[in-house]
């Protein structure tokens, strides 16, 4: 699984709104000072994260961005999906509608084994949780395991 910058920009983005907690709306240049991403990608992000109802604009002096939701209702997957699409896809396509012949006939259930597993991670962390620091014990203790820091 490759996490795209774009996807950990939009995600870190909208953990930093949620830290924040303010009856105000935020600069998308404090984001982008606060989570080191350049402003031009993250002002294309947060437009993006607009469109997908999960963060709104305000304009003018006091203007800026601020959640469209409670962090609470917001998922990873969420997110992830408002920048990048469906969380697995094969060539574009979702790996339901893939079909192999002969030997390989079997992988398209591995990758909607990959998507089941990668749902279960991200659809049950919110932006609340991150933000607090305080993740869900199920997520902790995968992460707690030392063969998963190990890259291979």
Known sequence: ???????????R?????????????????LI??????????????????RHAGLVRSHRGAEGGFKLARA???ITVADVIRAVE???AAISGEP????AYHGAAEMLPRVWIAVR???RKVVEHVTIADIASGELPAAIDHLAEDP??????
């Open 1 to 11: 699984m490759r996490i795209s910058a774009k996807a950990d920009y939009a995600v």
């Open 13 to 29: 983005a909208v953990v930093e709104l949620a830290s924040m907690e303010s009856e105000r709306p935020v600069k998308a240049g």
């Open 32 to 49: 982008a000072e606060s989570q080191d991403i350049p402003l031009n990608f993250l002002e294309n992000i947060l437009g993006e994260l």
């Open 71 to 73: 962090a609470e209702k």
């Open 85 to 87: 699409g469906p969380l």
């Open 95 to 98: 790996p339901e509608e893939c």
């Open 116 to 118: 089941a597993n990668l």
């Open 147 to 152: 063969e998963a820091w190990v890259t291979r």
